[in-house]
Each structure stands twice: as C-alpha cells, then as structure tokens.
C-alpha cells in the first residue's frame, strides 16, 4: 500500500513533542505520534526554523528532510498528501498561503486557523476553490465518547436539558475556542446575550472572558473563566433534568451524577454521588488521522472542518470585540444589573 506523505510545519509541542518520551504504546497527542502510529502514512519531511529544534525532531522521528522554512519546501520537487500547519497561530495565515502553493491533497490545520476570522474565511474559501480538504484541530471532534454523549442528548437519555456551564482560561480564541466548537457540536448555533470584563491572562491579543449565551430552546450557557497563570482549566458541566453530567480535565474523564431519591428529606429528589469514568480524549488524534485518511482515499467527511472552525471563530471574535470594544454597554456587575 502506498502511504500517505506528510509534511510537518512547525516541530513543537502539538507537532511532536508531547509524544516524545512517552510509551510507544501510548495513544498519540500529536500530529506525527498521530500519523505514525496509523500507520498508513510517512512522515516525509518538516519545517522548522530553529535549527536545533529541527534536528531534534527529524531524530526523535525518523525523518529525512527538514526545511527552514516552507519558500525553501517550494524549491524542491517534493510533494506532499498532507500538510500539518503546527506554528505559532500568528504563522498560520502566512503558512497556509504557503501551503496552498505545494498542492497538497489536505491541509491539518491547527486551531485557530489564523488570529482573525478574515483571514481565516478567506483561507478557508481559497482551500475549497483549490479543491484542497481542510482538517482544523478541534480535537474534541474525533472523541469516540463526544459523539456518544451527543446520540444520548439526541435520546433524551438524560432527559431534558436545563443549562450548561463551561469553565475556561488561556483566551477565548485560543482555548475558548475549543469550548465553543464542542458547544456547537452538542447544542448547535448559540446567540451571545452578554459578556463581562475581559481578563489578560495568557497572549495579549486574546482576553479569556466571562459570557452568558443562549442556545436552542433558550437553553442559558455561561463561559466562566480561570486564570491561565493557575492551571489549564476546559470543563463543561450539563445540568439535564435527570442528572448533571460534567466532562472533566478537558475530555479526559467525564462524571455523571443521576437524580435519586434524597436519603435525609423524605419526598425529595437530589443529585446522587455517581461515577467518575476515564474519558476518550485519549483517541481522538488516532481517530483524527484515520478521518484524514479516509477523507483522502474514499472521500469520508471530515469531523472537523474549515467551515465548523469558522462558526466558531465568529463567536469567539464576536465576544472578545464586544468585551474589549464596547464593554461600558454590556458589563455585567455582580448585582446582575448593566452598566449604562
Ligand atoms: N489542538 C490542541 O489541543 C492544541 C494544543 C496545543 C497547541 N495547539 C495549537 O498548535 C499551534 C502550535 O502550538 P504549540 O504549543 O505546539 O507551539 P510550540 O511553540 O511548541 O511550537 C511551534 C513551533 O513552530 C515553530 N515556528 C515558528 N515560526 C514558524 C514558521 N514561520 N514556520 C514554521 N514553524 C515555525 C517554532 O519555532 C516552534 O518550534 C498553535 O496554533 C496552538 O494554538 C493546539
């Protein structure tokens, strides 16, 4: 069988480095762990341009050719089925212009596609003119138990659902943005009610801010925030009318409480202790690269896409303008009331 050829853009942590020094029976965290370990594809070639960064990485995983950058990839005659787009966000724009030129079959990009959603349509738009796929890394896409919980909502198994809070930090693009995609993925497209003080805890451009939504049915969504200098912090707790489930440590355990009869009021139904399980976060870079794949070799559809990060990155943009732009009309005070 032919494998896939790869180029990787970028050797850092989400590259590679998270995997380096980890078990070979780990599942993967990263691109080439990723695609290494499906096994149906080689990594051909990366792009670094720290020298010593790019040595590393062509020795911790076995590949021939390094680049400093993607003009000196357009000089040879190499090609590529895959591109991952593993730089700094700030690089992305300029990496995917790049990246469009070397004709790849598809582009895995990492979140989010740029720093603005310009940009970002514009790049989305230009891979689909050039019938090139595009993959975003919104990895909680490809957790087998995502989709689970999603058919149980579907099934009402938890019953109806009363409301949803999400905890973040790190910036509401970087890392809200995440949240906002499972948001969409598990309730579909929500309106922004109200947002409150911006808070500057990791990249200067990107505050990690504190906002109330609404989705179908009215259901209320409440983002709230941590610092990012604590902890990471990506939680979401779903309060149905049977139970509260909670996803945990950012998908990698999950805990579901039901509803039971209360042990001291007699007549009363409350939240019973439950059960902590280990999540499947865990597979979903290895699920990702078999999408990637299958999208290739058999026209699969992709989990997730150019046009599902768009979604997400025009709400997060949206509240980080109202928040920084114009906050003395939607500030929320701790008595609830606005600012006027
Ligand atoms: N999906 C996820 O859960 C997840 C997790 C971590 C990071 N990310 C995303 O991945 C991207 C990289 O994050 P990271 O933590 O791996 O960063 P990193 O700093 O560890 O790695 C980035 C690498 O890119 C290199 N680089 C800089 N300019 C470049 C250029 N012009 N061309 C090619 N390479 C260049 C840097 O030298 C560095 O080695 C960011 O967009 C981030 O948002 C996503």
Redesign the pocket.
Known sequence: MELLRVLI???????G?FDQGRAGNELPYTHAGAFLRDGRFILSAC????TE?RKAFMAAWGINNGYS??EQVAETEDGFDVISI????P??A??LELALKLKPRLIFC???VTTSLTESERLVAACRDANILLAV?H?RRWAPDVAEFQADMRTGRWGQLRSVVGFYNKGIL?NGS?LIDLLHLLLGKMEIEKVGEPLHDFFPNDPTVPVWLKAAQGVPVHLVCGNAADYALFEIQMIFSKGMVTMEDGGFFWRERRAVASNAFKGYQVLGEGVRRDGEYRLAMQNAADNIFRAITSGAALASTGETAIATQRVCEEIARLACTNPEKVRVHSTGEKSV
């Open positions: 853009v970028g050797c850092g942590n989400i590259a480095t792009v670094e341009p720290d960064k950058s993607l593993c730089s700094p966000t690089m992305h300029q990496n990492e979140k989010p890394n990895t970087n995440h």
